[in-house]
């Protein structure tokens, strides 16, 4: 073979080498398609993200399906035993599913995403789901309550006991989320739980009836997620939210691709989107805190320094959650 034919070879080589990654990358900056999402976004909430998306790729299609978390894992899990799971993308309350799953090998990694700007502890290690706002939870206070407090510890106070509702981890996954933290803690554990028995803390049901027990005066105190409290009482509920001085609990709303993924370009897409600069702000603008340090914090919120996140490991959350479901009943009943 000549030389000439073999420089032409390696020219066609080459171009169609260049022509491929050209083509990916293409794909990756311009996704279409139908992008499947499930999520626990509340109705509204979902229907703007995916709005707010689709604006900034108007080619993909986006087909959503909305449930509590609890409700989605069910399905998924359902549809990964057929062996037919049906979603690209997973947008949830909490990382411990995202453990989980991950465990199981169902999440797809995305290392090439740029999460340098956000706290490393709110990230999965190994890029499989990443935290796009964060939900504290932390005290809900009526007005009419004696007491105001600044701690935790304030709630083992005389003036709480029989005044304090708190939602069960048994039926919510940010009280799951709030147990596992708050046990792990070294100054609280288990025994700030036996102080809240002890205090005759009604342990029931979701945040939504704690808010109403509080905001209605059945109850003076309660655990609780920020948005309720800081968003009536704009609109003149009578109750306050303390971020306590230890800290807060959070859930972050992650995101996850799913490695079954059938349209894995949109779905990267979607998670950029929800950790640019534009997801962020949608976020905040939804009333929520961001998980981006530099994006503005929602109206009603304290600044950003103002609010701790006390330490929250989901791996060790996944692996105690039954032995920490078993001592809450022990403590609470259910």
Known sequence: ?????????????????LATSLSATSALAAPNGKLVLYTSQPNADAQATVDAFTASYPDV?????RDGTTKVMAKLRSEIAAGD?????LLIADSVNMESLEAD???????????????????????HWFSTKLITTGIIVNDAAPMKPTSWKDLLKTEAQGQIAMPSPLT???????MATLTG????????????????????GGNGGVYKAVAGGDKLYGFVVDFLPIRNQADGAPVSFVFP????????????ILSTARNPEAARAFVEFLLSEEGQQLASDMGYLPAHPDTAVPEGF???????????DPAAALRDDRANKEHFMDLFGG
Do not use: C
């Not at 995403?113 to 890029?127: F, I, K, N, R, V």
């Not at 304290?302 to 929250?312: A, K």
């Open 105 to 127: 090998g169902h999440l797809m990694a995305f290392p090439e995403l740029d999460t340098s700007a956000y706290d490393a502890s709110l990230m999965d290690e190994q890029d």
């Open 61 to 65: 299609e986006v087909e959503w399906f």
């Open 185 to 204: 803690n070294p100054d609280l554990g288990w025994d700030y739980y036996a102080g809240l028995a002890d205090q005759k803390a009604l342990a029931d």
């Open 1 to 17: 073979m000549s030389s000439h034919h073999r420089l032409s070879l390696a020219a066609v080589s080459l171009a169609t080498a």
């Open 245 to 256: 001085e230890e800290g807060v609990s959070a859930v972050t709303e992650p995101v996850a």
């Open 85 to 89: 799971p049906r979603p690209d993308v």
């Open 172 to 178: 919510s996954g940010a009280a799951t989320i709030h």
């Open 302 to 312: 304290p600044s950003r320094d103002n609010i701790s996140l006390m330490p929250f």
